[in-house]
C-alpha cells in the first residue's frame, strides 16, 4: 500500500529539484550576458538602439555584466535569492518593453515594435515564451532559495 505522503511527492523532494532550477536560469543569463559582448550588434548595443532605448551601449553594457553576475551567483547557489531578484528585474522590464508592444502591435514611448508577419496575443506568447519560464524561474529562486549544492545552501 503506498504512503500518502510517497518520497516522489515529498516537500523535501521538490527542495531538491532547486538545483535544476539554477542550473536552467544561472546557464540562460550566463550565456544571454556573454553574447551581449560577443555579438554586440545583434544581442547588445545594437539590439538596445534597434528596440529604442536611450544610451544604448551604456544600457547593453550594464544589463550584459548584470546577466553575467547573477547568472554565475545563480550557477553557483551564492546569493541566489538577490541574484535571482536582479534576473526577475530583467525579465520584467524585456517583457514590457519588448513583448508588449508585440502584443499591440505598435510601440510606445521610446520602445519600438519590431517587424513581424503578426502582431497579437499569440504573437506575443510565442516571442516571451523564454523570458517567461527565466521570471517564472527566476521567482522560485526568490521565494525558495538555492536548495542544496549551493555555495550559500540553506
Not at 103 to 119: A, I, N
Not at 123 to 132: E, G, I, L, Q
Amino acid at each position: 500500500m503506498a504512503d500518502s505522503h510517497s518520497r516522489a511527492s515529498s516537500p523535501k523532494m521538490a527542495w531538491w529539484t532547486l538545483p535544476l532550477v539554477r542550473l536552467m536560469v544561472g546557464a540562460v543569463f550566463l550565456s544571454e550576458g556573454i553574447q551581449k559582448f560577443l555579438s554586440p550588434a545583434m544581442r547588445g548595443p545594437g539590439r538596445f538602439a534597434d528596440m529604442g532605448w536611450p544610451v544604448p551601449k551604456v544600457l547593453a553594457n550594464f544589463v550584459g555584466a548584470a546577466e553575467v553576475v547573477c547568472g554565475a551567483l545563480i550557477l553557483l547557489g551564492l546569493y541566489t535569492r538577490l541574484a535571482a531578484a536582479g534576473t526577475a528585474t530583467i525579465m520584467t522590464v524585456a517583457i514590457i518593453t519588448t513583448k508588449i508592444p508585440i502584443w499591440m502591435g505598435t510601440g510606445f514611448g521610446p520602445f519600438e515594435v519590431r517587424e513581424l508577419s503578426q502582431y497579437g496575443f499569440w504573437s506575443m506568447a510565442h516571442a516571451m515564451r523564454t523570458d517567461w519560464a527565466m521570471l517564472l524561474g527566476s521567482l522560485v529562486l526568490v521565494i525558495a532559495g538555492a536548495g542544496p549544492w549551493a555555495a550559500d545552501s540553506e
